[in-house]
């Protein structure tokens, strides 16, 4: 769930709270592979002026931490036996 991600990067980023209106704008409780490039790039758009550029690098902190941190690779995985 993404719920569970966003728990994992607030604990390495205390203070960063404005992914939880992210989570909100996807319907919490939102699964993980709701956060695609399209999804975050709706959810800037609808942000204002003031708050879209902080937001911009708050949702790109957290996609490299997806990333680096395996998230996004458990969220699909593949070669799964059936």
Do not use: I, K, Y
Not at 37 to 55: F, N, Q
Not at 56 to 61: C, D, F, Q, T, V
Not at 69 to 80: E, F, I, Q, S, T
């Amino acid at each position: 769930m993404l719920r569970d991600a966003l728990n994992a990067f607030r604990a390495t980023r205390p203070g960063q709270t404005g992914l939880d209106r992210f989570e909100a704008f996807l319907g919490a409780p939102a699964p993980l592979l709701g956060f695609t490039p399209l999804t975050g790039e709706a959810w800037l758009r609808s942000l204002d002026d003031a708050e879209r550029e902080a937001s911009r690098a708050e949702l790109a902190a957290f996609r490299a931490f997806l990333r680096d941190h395996g998230w996004l690779d458990a969220a699909r995985p593949v070669n799964v036996p059936d």
